[in-house]
């Protein structure tokens, strides 16, 4: 089946600080889609984004589907960034099933 | 956005006894549905796809007649998982698509199980 690689897996901002989230799938790909998953479990979608560049406030994520990988950008941390973000890929052929990254658990220090 | 609602967000259980957990989708109908393992500091594992009104399709490895699925309507799917063992602990979530938006995932908020 598909791969997906995230990295970093761990990552300490200080508050303010920008960063950069990167996703790497192993074959073509119908959706992509970005999760942020709060300390209390719950996950919200960021982003659906299967190609092309989206930007919603601090956050934005480039996909190049060409060339298989997906970031997702973070700017002007803020402490209630912190969680972990996991990336999610359905493979070309149809709505299968949908594989997620082990996650980058994201933590925003004050 | 499209809300999927899960019940309960915690339960504790003694270990033999049965838990269910409800996934509901309250402003679509879901003729899908799926749900979720996640094991502390862990991705999420697809353990089975709910299909309205038919059996559910289980991945490898999931025990069919431990973690049983129904989804008996359009707006409801039910994970119940039986004679709970200390090891079925864990974060369950279910996931459903709606049909206007059918590219996007929608997340209910989770069951943490906890088996004494």
């Known amino acids: 089946g598909i791969q997906v690689e995230q990295s970093p897996p761990d990552l300490i901002l200080q508050e303010g600080a920008n960063s950069t989230l990167r996703c790497n799938f192993s074959d073509s790909v119908n959706n992509l889609q970005w999760f942020h998953q709060n300390p209390w479990g719950q996950l919200i979608n960021l982003f659906y984004?299967?190609?092309g560049t989206k930007q919603n406030g601090r956050l934005s994520a480039t996909t190049v589907a060409t060339e298989r990988y997906s970031l997702l950008y973070i700017s002007s941390s803020q402490t209630t960034d912190s969680g972990v973000y996991f990336c999610a890929v359905e493979p070309r052929g149809g709505y299968q099933k949908v594989t997620f990254g082990i996650g980058t658990k994201l933590q925003v220090i004050p | 956005g499209a809300v999927v609602s899960q019940h309960p967000s915690r339960v504790i259980c003694k270990s033999g006894t049965s838990v269910k957990i409800e996934c509901r989708s309250l402003d679509f109908q879901a003729t899908t549905m799926f749900w979720y393992r996640q094991f502390p500091k862990k991705s999420l594992m697809l353990m089975a796809t709910?299909?309205?009104?038919?059996?559910?399709?289980?991945e490898q490895g999931v025990e069919k007649d431990k973690f049983l699925i129904n989804h008996a309507s359009l707006t409801l799917s039910t994970l119940t998982v039986t004679s709970a063992h200390p090891e079925d602990s864990s974060f369950y979530i279910c996931?459903?698509?709606?049909?206007?938006?059918?590219?996007?995932?929608?997340f209910g908020s989770g069951t943490q199980l906890s088996v004494l």
């Open positions: 709910s299909n309205e009104g038919s059996k559910a399709t289980y």
């Open positions: 984004i299967p190609s």
């Open positions: 996931s459903a698509r709606d049909p206007g938006q059918v590219e996007k995932l929608f």
